[in-house]
Each structure stands twice: as C-alpha cells, then as structure tokens.
C-alpha cells in the first residue's frame, strides 16, 4: 500500500519517551507496525550516538536494513544496522575549548558530544551514570585546549537558573555568532552546533538519502531544537505542552503529552493500519 506519508521523523525525550519512564507497549507496537508497512522511522535526536543507543534498540531499529538515525540535533547521522557514519559535521575544537573555560568561569555545567567520546567540564554525575548505562566513553577535561582529541560535534550547557543559561549565551556570542547556533532542548539546557547544522538539515539529508520527498515526511518533536524539523517536513506535529513557538509553526499538535500517549493518538490517523 502507498500512503501519503512514507518517513516518521520523531524526537526522543518527551515526545516519545516520557521524563524518567520508558516508551509505552502502544508506541512500541504502532512503530514495530509502521516499519513492517515499509514505513521509514527515523530517530532524530539531540543525544549522541551512545545516548540514543538503547531507544535503536527498544524499537528494534538496529534490526533494520539500512535505516537512519539523526543524533546531536543533526550534527551526525548513522546506519542503526552498522552503527556506520553517514554524515558528520564537527565544531572547530578550539571554540568549543574556549566554551568550555568560560563555562567552568561561571560555574555552569558543560558537555560536549564528538562521534565517539563525551567530555565534562567538571567532576558530574552522569559520567558514571554514561559509562555504567549507555557504556560512553568519557572525558573530564582539565585543559581543554590541549584534551579535546576527537572533534567536538555539539556542546551544552546545563544549569537550572535560565538567567545563568542567558549570561553565557550573551558572554559568548562574540565567540559564536555566525559560527554555532544555539537552541534550547530544555528549559535549563542550552545546546551548540555548526550553524548549517541542525534537525531540519538532517532530515533533508536523510530524505536525499532515501530518494523520497520531505513532503512525505511526517516530523514530531517538543522543543526548540525541533523547528527546523517541523518546518521542512511535510507535516509538522508538535507535543501539547511543547515550546511555545514551535507550536505556533506546527501543522498539528496533540492533545495530550507524551505521558498521556500524545505520540500515538496524533498520528493514528495518518498510518491506520499500523494503529490496530
């Protein structure tokens, strides 16, 4: 059967996986369905590779000949099934350098994802939690100019103080305007990458790919970083309670939110026979 949509490009954290849950039976079976219809679902996440690892696995993408998934909000694209680069686009290491120092100045966590390693600005609690859980290999810089080996391909801040975000946002454009763009894929986490890289970006990469139309795309997502995204696809969905202006841009939104089952009940409609 030919449907109208032939791509799902769908973000991780709260769109499809809730805040500290797991994705629902009903997801996991209508997704399972959709790539059985010959449907392509693409992962499309501001994680890294190791981080977004274990949703490949859940909804058994990693099975999948030939099947994409976008991580670091587009910064780097890979096969499921070989875990091979597709596309890649690293940051200048001695930017993300001075991004570090500056960050560890105002006493603001920092991050930042190359296509294999994960480095730390400062002792964090993820570290063991990455190395434990998604088996990261991780870095905690001390002199960053010197310590950043593998090109860094997104950079992050993370406070819970939006005004502390804000300062270094401001402190730094110097630095970063018209070099890195910045989004937010939380309230209280601020995330850098290659101006020319982003969601939307990848999803025309992975359409060219496939040799298949954005315009068959069906794209979802819940925060600032997924805009782009929404915007190139041929129908954009945004999460209920989701960025405020992502929603003013999206084509649908949902009525409930991912806990709720927000992901299943907006697109039911569009693939039914992958719903029952």
Known sequence: MLFQYQLLFSDVDNTLLPAGGRISDRDLSFIRNLVKEGIRVVIASG??????????????LDQVRDSLTI???GGHIFRNDTRQTIFLSPADPQLVARLFVHARTLGIRSRSYSENLVYFNRTDPAIEDFRRRYQCDCRLLDDPALEITEPPVKFMV????????????LDTLPLTEGTLRADFSSPSTLEYTKC?????????RVCEYYNISPSRAVAIGDSENDTTMILEAGLGVAMCDAFAPLKSKADRISRLSCPEGGFFDTLKDIWPHAAK
């Not at 994680?47 to 058994?60: A, F």
């Not at 020319?196 to 025309?204: I, P, T």
Request: aromatic letters at 8%; glycine letters at 8%.
């Open 196 to 204: 020319d890289v982003n969601k939307g970006a990848g999803l025309k």
């Open 47 to 60: 994680r890294c590779r190791d981080l977004v690892w274990p949703v490949i696995r859940t909804l058994g």
């Open 71 to 73: 991580s670091q909000n």
């Open 158 to 169: 993370i406070d819970p103080d939006p005004e502390r975000i804000r300062r270094f946002y």
